[in-house]
């Protein structure tokens, strides 16, 4: 696992121009790099010992160039396909939509309900037009030259509204515009290099910062190769940084310069590789679930038989946050989570969840509920989860979330537990290994009656395909589940409403299944 550190760098006026011309050389040097290697199609070896000769850079920081060149690259792909997936499942989405649409305009008796259907298939209809051709249009980049902006597109696009964006020329933008493209610098770590790195070595216990420069940056500092700040320390992880350098590990530095309340300031990051600790927590004290909701963590403690200790619920609200507002709110969240199961000693269940699809169908779904899946922070609270908890060494099991909460409200929530905790109970038992029968002494009449139901008919297979046969019968609103498990047998629920099918068992003779198993 890998960790970035921040440092504001102290710096004088002719250390910051010394860094600022580093950056700026460096900066056109990866540009070069950029069209050398997937303009021009030049052989990396070849282009290496061209750029070394030529430019008087080490191998070190060519290595470090071509990196970052590849790294941008890669990034772009990757954003390109993600692109393309996402146009792909929501043009499969309007097109189920039309098909929908189009057999309600059949079924409508009345003129003016076809009519505004027939108006709504239209318009469906060029946004499929739009979305092909936006998928055509990314497949076609994919197979060109890389489109990279060096310098972000926002800062490019600003010089098209000059007044807008506060410059009083062209001039003016394109002086930050050029100052932004040579604002950073990456300097490369190896492992077993002293300090961890060869051309950008922190030493900790003098405090200093010593960064080999290149030829054009060393004429500003009076020919001396190396630039020497001192004071530099890390608020955040200098004890992780001392460790890593302790295990001889690859130690990698950035060097940011920022515009900073009209003032250029300089940044040192640092990254290194975390040994993780050992495993502290154990199954066989039990565990806890986590069901993440849009405005909560619901989390329950079970024993390692699957009984349920207690459950708790974590709030947060999301609403009108910025990024790094929902970041810092769910980090806090998580680290809450992994300190009580570290106190604890047991392991965290969460489910491994998917909202990639649904994302897609947003345009088809409703207003609200496309709202609450737009800020659904799944993935970042998963991920800070799973850092907080390899560094405190507390045990992630992920499992699959099938029918979690329908099995979780149908056997412990009912007039027990609310739905959210119920999952939690799941969650945490399906991490344990439980199996979850579809029969308890618990339930009402009427669930008990349809529970046998979907076990008689669900073939000897996997548990799961009962609760499959189960599920519809529940409905898919949360809201009627409570009256519909606790309402009274009616005669047809009494009734056979699922047909029993012959099941092979493992001698290969055919018998009916009569009774649940687990």
Not at 355 to 377: D, N, P, Q, T, V
Request: hydrophobic fraction near 40%; proline fraction near 2%; charge should be positive.
């Amino acid at each position: 696992m890998q960790s970035t550190f921040e440092s504001r760098l102290s710096l004088d006026d002719s250390a910051l121009a010394i860094l600022m011309a580093q950056a700026d050389e460096l900066s056109r040097l990866e540009r070069q790099v950029f069209v050398a290697l997937y303009v021009k199609k030049i052989d990396v070896n070849v282009l290496k010992r061209d750029f070394i000769a030529r430019c008087g850079i080490t191998a070190r920081q060519f290595n470090a160039l071509r990196i970052n060149v590849q790294g941008k690259v890669a990034a772009w792909e990757e954003a390109e396909k993600r692109c393309i997936d996402t146009f792909n499942g929501k043009l499969k989405a309007a097109q189920k939509k039309v098909k929908t649409l189009q057999s309600k305009r059949g079924k409508s008796k009345k003129a003016d309900e076809r009519k505004r259907l027939a108006f709504v298939i239209h318009q469906k209809k060029r946004r499929i037009a739009t979305l092909a051709a936006r998928i055509k249009k990314h497949e076609a980049r994919l197979t060109g030259i890389p489109s990279i902006c060096f310098g972000s597109r926002d800062l490019f696009r600003r010089q098209f509204h000059l007044k807008e964006n506060g410059y009083a020329d062209h001039a003016a933008w394109l002086r930050e515009w050029r100052t932004a493209r040579g604002s950073q610098f990456l300097s490369l770590g190896s492992r077993g290099e002293t300090l961890g790195s060869q051309t950008c070595q922190y030493d900790p216990s003098k405090q200093t910062l010593r960064i080999r420069l290149t030829q054009a940056a060393a004429q500003l500092n009076g020919g001396d190769e190396a630039l020497i700040i001192n004071n530099v320390v890390f608020p955040h992880g200098q004890s992780r940084i001392e460790a890593a350098q302790a295990m001889k590990t690859a130690v990698s530095t950035r060097i940011v310069i920022r515009k900073t309340r009209g003032k250029w300031v300089a940044y040192a990051l640092i990254s290194v590789d975390e040994i993780a600790p050992q495993i502290r927590t154990c199954r066989f004290k039990g565990a806890i679930g986590v069901d993440l909701n849009a405005r909560s963590v619901t989390l329950a403690w079970v024993k390692p038989d699957g009984n349920t200790l207690r459950t708790d619920t974590l709030p947060f609200d999301l609403n009108r946050k910025s990024d790094k507002q929902v970041e810092s709110l769910l980090s806090a969240v998580a680290h809450d989570v992994v300190m009580r199961a570290s106190a604890s000693g047991v392991p965290i269940v969460c489910e491994k969840l998917d909202f990639g699809e649904k994302k897609k169908m947003l345009g088809e779904a409703g207003a609200r509920y496309a709202a609450m899946l737009s800020g659904f922070a799944y993935a970042t609270f998963y991920r800070l989860l799973d850092r907080c908890a390899v560094r405190q060494g507390v045990e992630v099991i992920v499992v699959n979330p099938a029918f979690t909460s329908i099995l979780g409200y149908a056997k412990f929530g009912v007039g027990r537990k609310s739905v959210d905790e119920a999952a939690a109970i799941a969650i945490a038992r399906r991490g344990l290994g439980c199996t979850e029968r579809l029969r308890s002494r618990a339930m009402s009449p009427a669930l008990r009656t349809m529970l046998m139901q979907a076990a008689r008919a669900r073939h000897m297979r996997h548990v799961w395909s009962g609760w499959r046969r189960f599920a519809p019968w529940l409905g898919k609103s949360r809201k009627t589940w409570a009256s519909r498990c606790t309402e009274k047998v009616r005669a047809a629920d009494a009734s056979p409403a699922i047909a029993v099918v012959p099941a092979k068992s493992r001698k290969g003779a055919i018998r009916k299944t009569s009774r649940a198993t687990g």
